[in-house]
C-alpha cells in the first residue's frame, strides 16, 4: 500500500491482524501522554481480523462508550471493539486525527491462537491513571516489568505482537509507549515482519481537526 490517506471506509476493507491504528488529541490529557513518554501519539490498537467477523480493534482506554466484543458488555480498560466504530469513536468524539500501519507478514492459526489466548487474558484489566501509565512506562525501560493488574494501550498491543512472536519477549511489554509503534521509532520486529508507513485516516465531508 503506497496510499498516504484513506477513508475509513477503504481502511477498514484494508485491514488485516497486526495493523496498527495510532491517534494523537488535543485535549489535556492526550497532551500529557505524549509530553511525558516523550511520543508523537497518544493511543494505539491493533487491528484483529479472524473468519468472517468484522475487523476489530484490541486496545484498551478509560471509556466505556462502545461495547466489549469479547465481554459481551460495555466496560472500561483493555477491550475488543468493533474496529470501524472505535476508529469513529476517536476520531469523532474524541477528536483525534487517526493513522494506519500496515504489517507485512504472513499471520498464521498459531500466531491468531496466541492473539486470541492474549485476548482471554487480559480483556477487562484496568487502565491506569495518566501518571501510572508513566510510571509503568519508566519501569519497563529499567527492564523490570510491571504487575499484570493493569495495562495500557501500548503494553496491549506489545503483548499481542510478543505472544505472536512479533516482539522480544525478554524486553517488558512496559518498556512501551504509545510512540514505540510510531515510523520514528526503532521498533525491532522478528520473523521478518515489517511495518509500513502512516496512512492517514479520514472520514469523507470532514476536514482536517487541526
Not at 48 to 60: G, K, R, S, T, Y
Not at 102 to 113: C, G, K, N, Y
Not at 159 to 172: K, T
Request: proline share 5%; charged share 25%.
Amino acid at each position: 500500500m503506497t496510499a498516504s490517506r484513506l477513508t475509513l471506509d477503504e481502511a477498514c476493507e484494508l485491514t488485516r491482524t497486526g495493523d496498527l491504528w495510532l491517534f494523537r488529541g488535543r485535549s489535556v490529557a492526550d497532551h500529557a501522554i505524549r509530553t511525558l513518554t516523550n511520543a508523537p501519539v497518544n493511543h494505539v490498537g491493533m487491528a484483529v481480523v479472524i473468519d468472517d467477523l468484522p475487523p476489530l480493534m484490541w486496545h484498551a482506554e478509560l471509556g466505556k462508550g462502545l461495547p466489549d466484543v469479547w465481554a459481551g458488555k460495555h466496560q472500561r480498560g483493555v477491550q475488543l471493539h468493533d474496529l470501524r466504530q472505535a476508529v469513529g469513536q476517536w476520531t469523532g468524539r474524541y477528536e483525534q486525527r487517526g493513522w494506519l500501519r500496515q504489517l507485512s507478514v504472513d499471520v498464521t492459526p498459531a500466531m491468531e491462537d496466541a492473539l486470541l489466548q492474549t485476548v482471554a487474558r487480559m480483556d477487562g484489566l484496568p487502565f491506569p491513571s495518566t501518571l501510572g501509565l508513566v510510571g509503568r512506562v519508566a519501569r519497563g525501560r529499567l527492564r523490570r516489568q510491571a504487575p499484570t493488574e493493569l495495562a495500557y494501550c501500548a503494553e496491549v498491543v506489545a503483548s499481542a505482537y510478543v505472544a505472536m512472536g512479533l516482539l522480544d519477549a525478554d524486553r517488558p511489554t512496559n518498556a512501551y509507549d504509545p510512540g514505540s509503534f510510531w515510523s520514528g521509532d526503532d521498533l525491532d520486529l522478528r520473523l521478518g515482519a515489517q511495518l509500513g508507513a502512516e496512512i492517514e485516516v479520514y472520514e469523507p465531508g470532514r476536514g482536517r481537526l487541526w
